[in-house]
T-cell receptor, first 113, second 116 residues
Framework: EPEVTQTPSHQVTQMGQEVILRCVPI?????FYWYRQILGQKVEFLVS????????KSEIFDDQFSVERPDGSNFTLKIRSTKLEDSAMYFC???????????FGPGTRLTVL | KQEVTQIPAALSVPEGENLVLNCSFT??????LQWFRQDPGKGLTSLLL?????REQTSGRLNASLDKSSGRSTLYIAASQPGDSATYLC???????????????FGKGTKLTVNP
């Protein structure tokens, strides 16, 4: 069964460093998302992406964040200068149709020291 | 602003019991609602998607109901098994003028433990 994959599973970085989290969505999906979950808290929406453009973003998704689909299979989230409060599990999701079921990857645990 | 609440935060039941998990949302103008399960340290597995026009959706031993006007959804699990132990999350998609918002708004989840 097709699934969303994410790499790495765990990333440790120093405050102020740039990180890139990678995702491979389900192959025929067109809508892509990033969410995050700080330990013990709710899953929060960051951004949605369609047709090589951001279609919706939350107030969390400030200038420190960017997303890209560099080729036909990968979808990336870049955090330019990490802060301690960026420590969280980051989930990528994809959907085959607008407003339809979203399928999530296993997540990347980001630890900022 | 949409708020999603799941009560109880944790539930422990003996194997074989039927159980109901609750989800409530403050703004009834939703496009659809999705139930997920999350195993410790893992991603979210989609269980059911229920559209705002539907009252129920079933998959195997799972049945989700939706009462949009009262802002409630329930997830019924029949004949629970130890393998059902996980955190169950409810997420709503807001309806907007053009259709639906693309983001899901999540509850904090109900942690279910099914004891053998």
């Amino acid at each position: 069964e097709p699934e969303v994959t994410q790499t790495p599973s765990h990333q440790v970085t120093q405050m102020g460093q740039e990180v890139i989290l990678r995702c491979v969505p389900i192959s025929n999906h067109l809508y892509f998302y990033w969410y995050r979950q700080i330990l013990g808290q709710k899953v929060e929406f960051l951004v949605s992406f369609y047709n090589n453009e951001i279609s919706e973003k939350s107030e969390i998704f400030d200038d420190q964040f960017s997303v890209e689909r560099p080729d036909g299979s990968n979808f990336t989230l870049k955090i330019r200068s990490t802060k301690l409060e960026d420590s969280a599990m980051y989930f990528c999701a994809s959907s085959g149709e607008l407003y339809n079921e979203q399928f999530f990857g296993p997540g990347t645990r980001l630890t900022v020291l | 602003k949409q708020e999603v609440t799941q009560i109880p935060a944790a539930l422990s039941v003996p194997e074989g019991e039927n159980l109901v998990l609750n989800c409530s949302f403050t703004d009834s103008a939703i496009y659809n609602l999705q139930w997920f399960r999350q195993d410790p340290g893992k991603g979210l597995t989609s269980l059911l998607l229920i559209q705002s026009s539907q009252r129920e959706q079933t998959s195997g031993r799972l049945n989700a109901s939706l009462d949009k006007s009262s802002g409630r959804s329930t997830l019924y699990i029949a004949a629970s098994q130890p393998g059902d132990s996980a955190t169950y999350l409810c997420a709503v998609r807001q309806a907007i003028t053009q259709g639906g918002s693309e983001k899901l708004v999540f509850g904090k989840g109900t942690k279910l433990t099914v004891n053998p």
